[in-house]
């Protein structure tokens, strides 16, 4: 079965890590361009992150950049999303995807695949 399943999210308090994990399975990530997109309540869904796997090159959304990480693990089929000074308004869905191209539509339909969301909730 192909599919993407996002999870590690959870409850963390302002100023707070958490790290997420994206993990593919009936497909290698190394063929893809693997992607973080959130959703907050009644808000758009944003891109966030994108990390290149055939030159790990890694781009990040100016509301993350230099809080959050984006890494991967071949072996593991797994890409990561550390997220580091968490804050109140990273509360979201966060949702990962898997195309082969870099460039971060919002539309799922864009996708090669989608994962489910996992839920991140940052408490002031």
């Known amino acids: 079965e192909v599919q993407l399943q996002a999870y590690g999210g959870g409850l963390v308090q302002a100023g707070g890590s958490l790290r997420l994990s994206c993990e593919a399975s009936g497909f290698t990530i190394d063929d893809y361009a693997i992607h973080w997109f959130r959703q907050a309540p009644g808000k758009e869904r944003e891109g966030i992150s994108c990390i290149s796997m055939s030159d790990r090159s890694a781009y990040y959304a100016d509301s993350v950049k230099g809080r959050f990480t984006i890494s991967s693990d071949s072996a593991k089929n797994t890409v990561y999303l550390q997220m580091n000074s968490l804050k109140p308004e990273d509360t979201a869905v966060y949702y990962c995807?898997?195309?082969?191209?870099?460039?971060?539509?919002?539309?799922?339909?864009?996708?090669?695949?989608w994962g489910q969301g996992t839920l991140v909730t940052v408490s002031s």
């Open positions: 995807a898997a195309d082969r191209s870099t460039y971060q539509s919002v539309y799922v339909r864009d996708y090669d695949y």
